[in-house]
């Protein structure tokens, strides 16, 4: 796209935001109890006429009464959603809607159709612009001079010219491509006549006529393919959501309700639209409609948008999956039945249950999206989103079960040729929140889960996605860098028959699913740019290449590697927060000769989820490898951890890894929840470590059903590389990996070691042991009680460091922002060992999840040492010996496990009650305090309550700690103290810690 392209969609976006009134061109008349103005159209021959004297009458009524802008514009809408509408009712032929999707995407009316504008000289401007080098000076002149129609026309003619030359390649291209299957020789002479008028001098020719000659032969032309011979497409009258953004698109509440699926018959010619299912259902939603292999049978999401008592009770709640015959003889409801339980993750009621984009399973039963899984994105605030991953039940809806666990959203699962099935998955631990809602692969049975696509390809320089560590950024990188950018989301995937490849829709994170469409080759690998091949190349990524450019698709369906079918808009891509119109998709045939073929628009409402009534070729059943009865664990094999493709620089030598950490993400069970760190960060839970052989290989058992991640550790504990994409096993599975994220297509390791071995279970991590996930006070403040708070917080405060443990309840945390150098800055202050660790400047570096955030932000992918407790200086100076303090081993591997978790500060994601914000009660407190000063002096005894006792986890209390020999487990720092945990001191002064450590009662 050129930059003066660029400039005048940003130029049009400030002025279209300028306009701004709370009622849209679809409201009904008496809206707000004013009735809406009727906008000036005059029909005549042409779309085009109609467009060009409309406006400039619409532009004197704006002139004379200013109050009508506010009144005809919606917010963030512009001039073409006044007309389109109108212009598709009356000038719906292939050949209309052909110019009107051409010349919409290349801005040629913008400038005319601006308020305030409205002159013919602006639009033949325009024409002029993109007219051939040839013909621009002559256009130039032409435009220079337009008064009237006859004069805008001369100036079309000459834009059309450059279009005939470009119709007649693709015809040749597509006579070419046909005649592969069945010869067109009265055809091919047909182009060869078009040919000669195309090339011809005489400029008396109507460019525009001819132009539609070519495209109407060209049309004809590729309808003879012999895979387009079928007389029925399935289609789906369903507008966008209300709210536009790539979670909420799917949550019943967002749904507008439209006629549903539809049978396009006549498609070629004139085509007929019919109702499926009639009146089998009340009015509601159809949301990703799947055709069965043999394409008698459809399964679709529905939720019912009716007003009616009856139909209400009937069809409660949000969207559930039905199914129906191809014939529109049955409809059934499969989920959110009476007999459905609706058994949810953890029994947990915080979501409400809904389910969609349901596919068949091979073999039968469906997979399908739930929000049963009970979980929340973490970044969405107080707004309801809720997460959602794969479900599976069997084809009458019941045995509905879980077929994956992961943190973030999944969605869109579609069977490929092989049988596994492909989805959407959205994760970002530790990494950028935008840039990877990239392609997974599973198992029907749940097993195998892994990057289909995309799990580790992002570009660091994209528009919206800054990474510190890259010094190019997207406004002024090169243009040949420009142009190369990857997607953020891939979703509605699907199989392309009889290959391995995919089609799928490439769209941003803050709008619904709508964008550019693309061909996966999985055989040219799994990530980066290779695999990837636009299958609109004029369409711009959508967030990845910024906003604004007219023209989006989605729902693609493939009938071949070159033939696909799809939904297309030429109004721009809604951003989040932006309203959407229910209408603009119409169904388009494409092909990669570059062809688009307008085949049917309903000006009311969009048409998406084209899916010819043809059968395909079932995939095969992969037989489950799972035992039928097993304890609820897992086998993991890595052959070799030294194979990754994460170290290209060869920084991790054979011998460092020392052992395994594995570690499971934690859920965040309902919105408004309570951070678990800095920028919205997990909960994490260490389930353990396990020894790695010298050969770097290793066999270990995980828990099963959880959302799990790798780091390979070094001698101290260490992380020296963080697999950050998450996993699951599933009861009983067996999984083998050659390395740690090893290189696509390395071959298995001959022999290792732990082929020999039996299956090691993973040792505890070190330090208390407690419910949830990992929490700072519980496992780190007694570490720095007992070595650091001396010189840090409690006598003095070296190093402006103050590392008493937080009183009480702290704060809530809000965004952790990072200024001009790198500079934190908190819009809350904290005065604990946390928040003066994690700001100090040196000692320790989080990783923040917005990847514009300076130089702490997350890079796209893994690399040794880059992140976490290897990152900052805090490790290496205790690991010296910092102020002569010698740490012993397991308060080293307590701080490195803190650093490698992202310097987490709590476990769990409770907005109240935490152990963390116990106060201790008063009496209690004096009580304690009186006890330790009969023991330990006076001193002792007036220090902060915080250093005596560790609420969270009174155990590790310093007053407990201290006093006790090294050899009984304790501290061994106060002379004259317990002699053992069974000394009678001992037990009442843990009696007073425990009564202080006990949680007020909420009135």
Known sequence: MTADRKSKVVLALKLTLVLIVAVTITAPAGAQGKAKPTVEYSKKATWFETLAVSWPAQQAKLQADQSLAGKLYPKDRDTWHLYLPKLFADFNSPEALRQIYRERADLIWDDFLRPGN??????????????????????????????????????????????????????????????????????????????????????????????????????????????????????????????????????????????????????????????????????????????????????????????????????????????????????????????????????????????????????????????????????????????????????????????????????????????????????????????????????????????????N????????????????????????????????????????????????????????????????????????????????????????????????????????????????????????????????????????????????????????????????????????????????????????????????????????????????????PSRGSFWAGEREDFARKIWGTVPVNDDGSVMFKVPARKTLYIQTLDKNGMALLTLRSLFHLMPGERRSCVGCHEPSGTPPVARFSAMKQAPKELTPPVGPQYPGGFSFKRTVQPVLDRYCIKCHGLEKSEGKLNLLAALGKTRKPRYTRAGRGGVWGYAVDYSDSWHSLITHPKLTKVAIRKSNFGATSESVNSRPKELFSHSGKLMGLLLKGHAKVKLDETSIRRLAAWGDMNYIRYGDYTSSDKPEWIVPDKTAEAELRAYTKALFGEKISAQPIQTLINVAQPDESRILKAPLPISAGGWGQIAKGYASTKDAHYAKMLKLVMNCTIPKQRK
């Open 457 to 668: 390809s992002a570009t660091p320089w994209a528009y919206n996605y800054h990474d510190a560590r890259v010094s190019e950024w997207y406004d002024n990188v090169p243009p040949e860098k420009r142009s190369k950018i990857l997607p953020y989301l891939i979703s509605e995937t699907r199989a392309i028959p009889g290959s391995r490849k995919v089609v799928a829709t490439a769209s941003g994170h803050h709008c619904f699913t709508s964008g550019t469409l693309i061909v996966i080759d999985p055989d040219k690998g799994e990530d980066g740019f290779a695999p990837i091949t636009k299958l609109t190349p004029k369409v711009p990524y959508p967030e990845a290449e910024g906003w604004g450019y007219p023209g989006q698709y989605l729902t693609p369906s493939a009938i071949s590697e070159d033939l696909f079918f799809a939904g297309y808009s030429p109004n721009p891509i809604n951003r989040q927060r932006q309203s959407t119109v229910p209408w603009g998709h119409g169904i388009v045939l494409l092909d990669t000769l570059g062809g688009r073929e307008p085949i049917y628009v309903d000006p009311a409402i969009s048409c998406v989820s084209p899916l010819p009534l043809i059968p395909r070729k079932a995939p095969p059943v992969i037989p489950s490898q799972l035992p039928e009865a097993t304890d609820d664990t897992a086998t993991l094999i890595v052959q070799n951890v030294y194979i990754t493709r994460d170290d290209p620089k060869g920084i991790i030598k054979k011998g460092d890894i020392k052992s395994l950490r594995i570690i499971e993400m934690l859920n965040l």
């Open 118 to 455: 409205g002159r013919l000289k602006t639009l033949a401007e325009g024409y002029a612009a993109h007219c051939r080098d040839e013909d621009k000076d002559l256009a130039t002149k032409l435009a220079s001079g337009v008064r009237d129609i006859s004069g805008l026309v001369k100036v079309r003619n000459l834009y059309y010219r450059a279009m005939t030359v470009e119709a007649l390649g693709l015809a040749g291209r597509t006579v070419d491509f046909v005649e592969q299957s069945v010869k067109l020789p009265t055809m091919r002479k047909q182009l060869g006549t078009l040919a000669s008028k195309v090339k011809s001098a005489d400029k008396s020719i109507d460019r525009v006529a001819l132009y539609e000659q070519i495209s109407a032969l060209r049309r004809r032309i590729i309808f003879r393919h012999p895979a387009l011979n079928f007389k029925t497409i399935l289609i789906n009258k369903h507008s966008p959501p209300l709210y536009s953004h790539n979670c909420d698109q799917y949550l019943a509440r967002h749904a507008r309700g439209g006629p549903g699926l539809t049978l396009l018959t006549n498609w070629k010619t004139a085509p007929k639209a019919t109702s499926l299912l009639g009146d089998k259902l009340p009015t509601g939603d159809v949301n990703h409609p799947t055709l069965s292999p043999d394409a008698r049978k459809v399964i679709f999401a529905y939720c019912c948008k009716s007003k009616n008592r009856a139909d209400i009770e009937k069809h409660p709640g949000g969207y559930y999956i039905y199914e129906a015959t191809t014939d529109g003889a049955r409809v059934k409801q499969l989920t959110g039945t009476k007999s459905d339980k609706k058994e949810t993750i953890g029994n947990r009621s915080t979501v409400e249950v809904e389910d969609f984009d349901p596919c068949y399973l091979p073999g039968g039963g469906f997979a399908f999206t739930s929000t049963r899984s009970q979980n929340y994105g973490r970044c969405h605030g107080a707004r309801y989103t809720p997460s959602y991953l794969i479900y599976a039940a069997d084809a009458d809806g019941t045995n509905i079960r879980p077929i994956s666990y992961a943190e973030g959203n999944e969605h869109f699962p579609s069977m490929l040729n092989d049988g596994r099935i492909v989805f959407t998955r959205w994760e970002y631990n530790n990494r950028n929140q935008i840039a990877f809602h990239k392609l997974w692969s599973i198992r029907p049975d749940g097993t195998g889960v892994a990057n289909f696509y995309g799990v």
